[in-house]
C-alpha cells in the first residue's frame, strides 16, 4: 500500500514539476528547382519550417523519407539539424536529391519527418517526375508516288 501511494505520489509530483512545451512545428511552404525533373536529374528542394508554437524547441531533426521513392540525396544526408527553433519563427533548408535513372513518370509524396522532445511529427511535399515525350511512326506498308503518275 505504501508503495502505491509513493507511486501516485512521485507520478502527481512530476506532472506539476515537469514545465508543459507548448511547441507546434510545421513546414510551412516548400519549392522545387526545377519545378518538374527528369529521370536521372537532380532538384534542389528548398524548405521553410516553422515553430507555431509559444516556446523555443531545439535538436530538431528534419529528414526526408526517400526509403519509398525514386530518389537518392546528392552530396548531403537527407537529414539536417535545426540547433534552436524560437517560437513563431522558422528556419529555410536546403536539400538536393536526384531522381533515379528508372524513375516512373508520376507525382511522388515525400515524407518530411520532424522529431524533436521524443516526438515525430510528418507533413508532405511532392515532386513531379516527368518524362521526355516521344512520337513513334509506325508504317504498315508505303507506295511512292511521283507527281502526275496515277
Known amino acids: 500500500m505504501k508503495i502505491k501511494t ?8 512530476a506532472v506539476i514539476i515537469m514545465p508543459a512545451v507548448n511547441a507546434d512545428i510545421a513546414v510551412e511552404s516548400f519549392s522545387l528547382d526545377p519545378e518538374t525533373v527528369l529521370p536521372g536529374d537532380e ?42 527553433l524560437e517560437d513563431r519563427k522558422h528556419k529555410d533548408l536546403h536539400f538536393r536529391i ?24 510528418t507533413s508532405m511535399i511532392s515532386v513531379e517526375v516527368s518524362a521526355d515525350a516521344a512520337l513513334d511512326v509506325i508504317l ?11
Open 43 to 84: 532538384v534542389s528542394i528548398d524548405i521553410s519550417v516553422k515553430n507555431a508554437g509559444d516556446d523555443t524547441i531545439k535538436n530538431v531533426v528534419v529528414a526526408l523519407d526517400l526509403s519509398d521513392v525514386p530518389f537518392a540525396p546528392v552530396d548531403s544526408s537527407n537529414e539536417k539539424v535545426i540547433n534552436e
Open 98 to 121: 536526384r531522381s533515379l535513372p528508372g524513375a516512373e513518370p508520376s507525382v511522388y509524396k515525400i515524407p518530411v519527418l520532424m522529431t524533436y522532445n521524443g516526438t515525430t511529427k
Open 140 to 150: 504498315d506498308s508505303s507506295e511512292i508516288v511521283k507527281v502526275g503518275d496515277q
Open 6 to 13: 509513493l507511486s501516485i505520489l512521485l507520478m502527481i509530483l
